[in-house]
């Protein structure tokens, strides 16, 4: 484990360095001064969902950057389209930025400018570069022609500006039905570009719209309505993801036709492409209203909420979108990188804790069956400034069942019979008999101790190959753990599927101390992983943890 983290960060580290093209690009306009001293980027989410890992990159890209250069960062909605967009998408938008440690210089919606954008729409008619088309969605895709042919004209290209200023008028004021007329920017039907074959700049919606309510039945489509956004907000550098490198074209034609001052330069990155993990909100807003998952917050979910209930840190990932760097080529990274950043922010941040899972009975026949006693154990090995904790130990234990073997493997150095291993903090156990129930499965283990080995005692010549952990069976803790594998599998046809064992729930037994544990908190259980006091069903009774990364175990079958 410890070496396949270290490939994965000195990879990371190879890519970061080699990937700051945009910086390059900025650094460049900044000698030539064609921004002046300027650096003003945004985020424009549009809010139809929760947002996930991929747009965590972009966040921190765009956010990371202006501050990089002194400038400034917006976050606008791109809220064009209100039949999928919704308030609760943007109320967790800003939760997610926040979370990840930004703040916005501006808070703005691509639909405060829906004035401008009527604006210069009657502008493009007026200039004869946009007209008002009756065809519908089936016949503009018959018309628009494919990749290897040019598209044939619209008949109602030809309408006098008169004609459609009119028209499009009309389609303000809500004299037609949804579909029957669009505005289209006229451009080239023969473009090689398709993006460039007549756009579709305005379609009419009768559907209420959550920032503007019902002032309008007209809507912008985005790929009219993004450069203007960035245009009135004085952005300089577009940067966006690279499948709008071939709306690029349109982007600036918007721009040069409506004489825009120094208008804005967009630059695309390759989006974010994460092994097992579905980077789609469509996709992921139908797991949710089919009720696949729990929500958009489930642990299994890529979304930021996902991962933030999941318990990963901000500041984890973080890291993670600065190893992947930022590239031109469509790559797609290793999930385990995103594992080793949440062990590699943990490791030095939280308190070790024991837990049992698939608990076995442990009686220590020769230990004073009403005494108890209290060890030490470290907090956390890696930061002794943590300190110790004490906890109790009595004749009646439990240990984690992968700890026993009742036929032992070759090499395997922990309780089996006749073995004696360390119980960590406390003294050398050895099995003397299992003890079984009627139907073959096992009862407890009788054991016994060896009074002289306390940990910390100083003894001398004494050693084992195994140290194993444990709690005392008389004031364990019951608890549930939510054990989480990708959500998506490929199957024997290389297709995505859900992965019927992406939640596992289990019972196990706990140190005394988890009784305490807070919604929120975070934990290493011993030799398992990273965990989370869920932070909706953990409650004053019921302690459910979430397993936000496992650890890999020392022996291995």
């Known amino acids: 484990m410890a070496d396949m983290d270290k490939n994965i960060q000195s990879e990371a580290i190879e890519t970061q360095a080699a990937s700051n093209f945009i910086h390059n690009i900025i650094e460049k306009d900044l000698e030539n001064q064609r921004y002046g001293d300027k650096v003003y980027t945004r985020f424009p989410p549009e809010p139809n969902g929760y947002l996930h890992i991929g747009h965590a990159k972009s966040i921190c890209l765009n956010f990371s950057t202006a501050e990089k250069y002194g400038g400034q960062c917006n976050l606008r909605y791109d809220d064009t389209n209100p039949v999928k967009e919704d308030v609760e998408y943007v109320d967790s938008i800003e939760e997610d930025v926040k979370w990840l440690g930004w703040t916005w210089s501006k808070r703005l919606f691509a639909s405060d400018y829906f004035d401008k954008m009527y604006d210069c729409a009657v502008t493009l008619i007026k200039k004869g570069k946009a007209y008002v088309c009756d065809l519908n969605a089936e016949q503009m895709k018959e018309y628009r022609g494919t990749l290897k042919e040019p598209g044939k004209e619209s008949p109602y290209r030809n309408r006098t500006i008169e004609e459609n200023l009119q028209l499009f008028e009309e389609m303000k004021a809500g004299k037609y039905a949804d579909g029957e007329k669009v505005l289209r920017a006229k451009i080239d039907m023969a473009s090689p570009n398709i993006n460039m074959r007549d756009p579709v700049i305005y379609r009419t919606a009768h559907t209420s719209?959550?920032?503007?309510?019902?002032?309008?039945?007209?809507?912008?489509?985005?790929?009219?309505?993004?450069?203007?956004?960035?245009?009135?907000?004085?952005?300089?550098?577009?940067?966006?993801?690279?499948?709008?490198?071939?709306?690029?074209?349109?982007?600036?034609?918007?721009?040069?036709?409506?004489?825009?001052?120094?208008?804005?330069?967009?630059?695309?990155?390759?989006?974010?492409?994460?092994?097992?993990?579905?980077?789609?909100?469509?996709?992921?807003?139908?797991?949710?209203?089919?009720?696949?998952?729990?929500?958009?917050?489930?642990?299994?979910?890529?979304?930021?909420?996902?991962?933030?209930?999941?318990?990963?840190?901000?500041?984890?990932?973080?890291?993670?979108?600065?190893?992947?760097?930022?590239?031109?080529?469509?790559?797609?990274?290793?999930?385990?990188?995103?594992?080793?950043?949440?062990?590699?922010?943990?490791?030095?941040k939280v308190q070790s804790r024991n837990v049992v899972e698939n608990p076995i009975k442990i009686v220590i026949t020769n230990y004073p069956e009403e005494q108890t006693e209290e060890v030490e154990v470290e907090n956390n090995k890696e930061v002794p400034e943590m300190g110790n904790r004490m906890i109790p130990f009595s004749n009646e234990l439990y240990v984690d069942g992968e700890d026993f073997m009742e036929v032992p493997e070759k090499k395997y150095f922990r309780l089996f019979p006749g073995n004696e291993v360390r119980f960590k903090g406390a003294y050398f156990i050895k099995c003397d008999e299992v003890i079984k129930n009627e139907d073959g499965t096992i009862k407890e283990l009788h054991c016994t101790y060896d009074p002289e080995t306390r940990s910390g005692s100083g003894f001398e010549g004494r050693k084992v190959k195994g140290t194993i952990h444990w709690v005392d069976a008389k004031t364990a803790v019951k608890i549930k753990i939510r054990q989480y594998g990708y959500l998506m599998i490929e199957d024997e046809n290389g297709e995505n599927i859900m992965n019927p064992e992406s939640l596992v729930e289990i019972e196990a037994y706990a140190e005394p101390a988890l009784a305490e544990a807070k919604p929120g908190e975070r934990f290493q259980f011993f030799r398992h992983g990273y965990y989370i006091a869920d932070t909706k069903l953990t409650t004053d009774r019921s302690k459910v943890f979430n397993r936000i990364v496992d650890l890999k175990s020392s022996w291995k079958k």
């Open 209 to 348: 719209h959550h920032n503007t309510g019902d002032a309008w039945c007209i809507y912008p489509m985005y790929d009219y309505a993004h450069p203007i956004e960035d245009a009135i907000e004085g952005i300089t550098h577009s940067i966006c993801t690279l499948e709008f490198e071939d709306h690029r074209p349109l982007y600036d034609w918007v721009l040069s036709e409506l004489d825009w001052p120094t208008p804005p330069q967009q630059i695309e990155f390759a989006r974010l492409n994460l092994t097992n993990t579905v980077m789609s909100k469509r996709y992921l807003k139908a797991l949710v209203d089919n009720g696949e998952v729990e929500s958009w917050d489930d642990p299994r979910m890529p979304t930021i909420a996902g991962l933030r209930r999941r318990g990963y840190t901000p500041e984890a990932i973080r890291d993670f979108c600065d190893r992947i760097g930022v590239s031109k080529a469509n790559s797609l990274v290793d999930i385990a990188l995103l594992e080793h950043c949440i062990r590699e922010d943990l490791k030095s």
